[in-house]
């Protein structure tokens, strides 16, 4: 059943007026609306705001409802049902897990979250107590002054979020569902690889085609990413054969690489490109066999882990950057400088001169 947004009571009188005007019953009035409900109608406001403020928002609040769910709160709880200090404890944790940085991740995310929260308040969504002014206070007391970037704490067991689906055994495809659960897990499988091997964003990896890969036979791909500017992706021999069991396993010619394979997908259009997989299921797949594996991982997390992984092995910091498509080479300069200590030290001892050396040249 899909949820509604009420309609507001008719003011009965001048004492209903009032109520309204000062937030009185306001939460009777709009009663039933779910989160999932208001995040629908939120994301559909926002058509006039740019493909990339969308994409960060719609990243914001799956972290805030993801949040919330650690706290009971799901996407069929009740808008009125949110904690007062929701947005206050979220940045808390985006602080924690992102630093300070002006600008940086955090910032995004809770731009995002207050949006909702202002959508929330402009349709008497919030809880009873809870104003927009009051939040954004309470969250400019948590970031307070912004401080050095954090760069970010992978887990290294990472790659057990991979090695996990791997592990899992595929279904038999005797019936319509087990078909369906067969071709989610092969598909799920490729999602993590390419996620590992290329270090792509998940909007990318969900943009991706079958012509992008050559059905799995391509060693690297021309991609348009962030900004819209295009770049070269590389895929390692297991990525491109778990891709190539993926799409012998669909038996179709559709053109995206990643499709949903749910009943109420309904008919194929042009290509089946109304079956593309959308980024949203990117996000659930990573935090699915992340939970399997018992490692707390995003997909974004797959991307900095690619990233560590080459300076830890001597790649210099402009390769990763044009492997990770960052627009200024300051961007992964900041993020990432800290792993490239070796080449820094490799750099120190072979160009510094002791006094005595230079004593000795002078005239």
Avoid: C
Avoid at 62 to 68: K, P, Q, T
């Amino acid at each position: 059943m899909t949820a509604t947004f009420p309609t507001p009571r008719t003011p009965n009188g001048p004492a209903d007026a009032v109520a309204r005007a000062s937030g009185a019953g306001s939460e009777e009035a709009y009663r039933g609306v779910s989160l999932g409900a208001a995040r629908r109608r939120f994301e559909s406001s926002m058509v006039a705001r740019s493909p990339d403020t969308l994409r960060s928002y719609a990243q914001a609040l799956d972290h805030f409802l993801e949040f919330l769910e650690g706290q009971g709160i799901t996407e069929t709880s009740e808008t009125t049902a949110i904690p007062p200090e929701a947005a206050e404890r979220f940045a808390a944790w985006a602080v924690r897990r992102y630093g300070r940085r002006p600008r940086g991740t955090q910032v995004t995310y809770l731009a995002g979250v207050r949006a909702f929260y202002r959508f929330l308040d402009r349709h008497a969504l919030l809880p009873v107590g809870v104003t927009v002014e009051r939040t954004r206070l309470a969250v400019r007391e948590v970031i307070g002054r912004p401080g050095p970037y954090r760069a970010p704490r992978i887990d290294p067991r990472l790659p057990e979020v991979v090695l996990v689906a791997d592990a899992m055994p595929l279904p038999e495809a005797n019936g319509a569902a087990s078909h369906r659960a067969r071709l989610e897990l092969l598909r799920d499988r490729a999602i993590l690889r390419v996620l590992y091997a290329t270090g792509m964003r998940r909007t990318e990896v969900a943009s991706l085609t079958r012509a992008d890969v050559a059905d799995g036979f391509a060693q690297e791909a021309i991609i348009t990413g962030k900004g819209q500017r295009e770049r070269t992706v590389f895929f390692d021999d297991a990525t491109l054969a778990v891709i190539r069991a993926y799409l012998d396993a669909r038996a179709d010619r559709f053109e995206p690489l990643f499709l949903r394979h749910d009943t109420a997908r309904g008919s194929p259009g042009a290509g089946g490109r109304n079956y593309a997989m959308g980024e949203k299921t990117v996000w659930n797949v990573v935090r699915k066999y992340g939970a399997l594996a018992g490692v707390e991982a995003s997909p974004h997390d797959f991307r900095h882990d690619k990233a560590t992984t080459l300076l830890n092995q001597g790649a210099h910091l402009s390769e990763v950057q044009d492997i990770l498509g960052h627009a200024s080479p300051e961007t992964t300069k900041t993020i990432y400088a800290h792993y490239d200590r070796s080449r820094l030290r490799e750099a120190f001892d072979r160009f510094s001169v002791p006094p005595e050396d230079r004593a000795a040249r002078s005239p």
